[in-house]
Structures are given as C-alpha cells and as structure tokens.
C-alpha cells in the first residue's frame, strides 16, 4: 500500500509564492515517477508538472516559468515551488506517484488565490 500526504496549500494574494509537498509512505520503492495534478470543481483533473525518477521534468503551459518541481523519488518525496500566482492558479492540488501499471493519488491540498 501506498500513502500519499500532501501540504503546503493555503490562501495567498495575487503574485505570491506558496511551495507544496507530497510525501510518500508504505511501499515506496520503485516509482518511476511523480507529479501534481490540480482540479477546480465541476472540471476535469489536469497535468501540472512532473518528475521522473531519471531527473526529467516537465510541466503544463499554464505554469510553466513559474513553478519549478522537485523531489527525491526514490524517497518518495516531492515538491511543487509555485510564484507568481494567479487567480486562475486556484484548486485543489493533487501529487500521484506511478509505479508499473498503478499511479497512487494524495488527498489534494486546497491553493486559493485572492486578494
């Protein structure tokens, strides 16, 4: 079994920082990657960014330049470092970690962007 927890989510003005982190727990080994969906009520999931355990990392358009992730995957740990913040960043964040044919999900982390 795999416990994923993440936090750092909260409320924040407009062109802040806010830093998220997902931790693993329980049979951790072998993923072969993590990464952070976010989700807005009434819409679909969405790709945020992403980490493999090679180092590679990639991210949605919509954030790209104003986020960097990061992680040790092997531990089972990962971040999501977020600037500039906009309105439209609001969601819940969720982090998944994917192993063989199984992709494990956290509970979601609520960021809310307002003045």
């Known amino acids: 079994q795999v416990q994923l927890v993440e936090s750092g989510g909260g409320l924040v003005q407009p062109g802040g920082s806010l830093r998220l982190s997902c931790e693993a727990s329980?049979?951790?080994?072998?993923?072969?990657?993590m990464g952070w969906y976010r989700q807005v009520p009434g819409k679909q999931r969405v790709f945020v960014a992403g980490?493999?355990?090679?180092?590679?990392?990639n991210y949605a358009e919509f954030i790209k330049g104003r986020s960097s992730i990061s992680g040790d995957i092997a531990k089972g740990t990962l971040y999501l470092q977020m600037n500039n913040l906009k309105a439209e960043d609001t969601a819940v964040y969720y982090c998944?970690?994917?192993?063989?044919?199984?992709?494990?999900w956290g509970q979601g982390t609520q960021v809310a962007v307002s003045s």
């Open positions: 980490l493999t355990s090679g180092g590679y990392t």
């Open positions: 329980g049979t951790i080994f072998d993923f072969a990657a």
């Open positions: 998944h970690a994917d192993r063989s044919r199984d992709r494990y």
